[in-house]
Antibody
Framework: EVQLVESGGGLVQPGGSLRLSCAAS????????MSWVRQAPGKGLEWVSV???????YYADSVKGRFTISRDNSKNTLYLQMNSLRAEDTAVYYC????????????WGQGTMVTVSS | QSALTQPASVSGSPGQSITISCTGTSSDVGGYNYVSWYQQHPGKAPKLMIYDVSKRPSGVSNRFSGSKSGNTASLTISGLQAEDEADYYCRSYTSSSTFGVFGGGTKLTVL
């Protein structure tokens, strides 16, 4: 079965760090464009970051310099290292596969909640 | 990069048809046929419903259809059912952003 399972969310103080994980099954992370998309409480979807199959990485301006996307090919897992967290980073974080043939996100994880608060 | 513009809410009765619009610019919706639509039920992950403006992934009901005219894309749901009540988001490739842009979302209420 093709699926993504996120973990690592939680409560963190402003300025703190957190690492999210996204374990994939049924397909190979390193052969796909993999992305993180977040959704603040009661708000819409916001793209955060992407890693291409070749390893290139890109970020939304709102997280550039603070977040780092990476993957472990041996574990078929995607990561998002989040540093210098701010209250406005509070959101549900989804990992998603970007299907190049569809030009769309076709597989989504269930999401993991990150709350930045003192 | 501003989000694509969607109506905040739409509603319809069971069996009726509704259309949700998604307005952008010539740098995104109007310039490329890379518009996708996502359905999101409360507390759930988004689900891909339409890609490349009008194509349906396997398993998506043919009651869902997409189209585009100029800088505005549209999602039409025919034969509304109670289970269609959800939030809907459009997304487009854009030449002015790294990895596309989402719409602000539309809440569909089935009366």
């Amino acid at each position: 079965e093709v699926q993504l399972v996120e973990s690592g969310g939680g409560l963190v103080q402003p300025g703190g760090s957190l690492r999210l994980s996204c374990a994939a099954s049924g397909f190979t992370v390193s052969s796909n464009y993999m992305s993180w998309v977040r959704q603040a409480p009661g708000k819409g979807l916001e793209w955060v970051s992407v890693i291409y199959g070749g390893g290139s990485t890109y970020y939304a301006d709102s997280v550039k310099g603070r977040f780092t996307i990476s993957r472990d090919n041996s574990k078929n897992t995607l990561y998002l290292q989040m540093n210098s967290l701010r209250a406005e980073d509070t959101a549900v974080y989804y990992c998603a596969r970007y299907h190049m043939g569809f030009d769309a996100f076709d597989i989504w994880g269930q999401g993991t909640m990150v709350t930045v608060s003192s | 990069q501003s989000a694509l513009t969607q109506p905040a809410s739409v509603s319809g009765s069971p069996g009726q048809s509704i259309t949700i619009s998604c307005t952008g610019t010539s740098s995104d919706v109007g310039g490329y046929n890379y518009v996708s639509w996502y359905q999101q039920h409360p507390g759930k992950a988004p689900k891909l419903m339409i890609y490349d403006v009008s194509k349906r992934p396997s398993g998506v009901s043919n009651r869902f259809s997409g189209s585009k005219s100029g800088n505005t894309a549209s999602l039409t749901i025919s034969g509304l059912q109670a289970e269609d009540e959800a939030d809907y988001y459009c997304r487009s490739y854009t030449s002015s952003s790294t990895f596309g842009v989402f719409g602000g979302g539309t809440k569909l209420t089935v009366l």
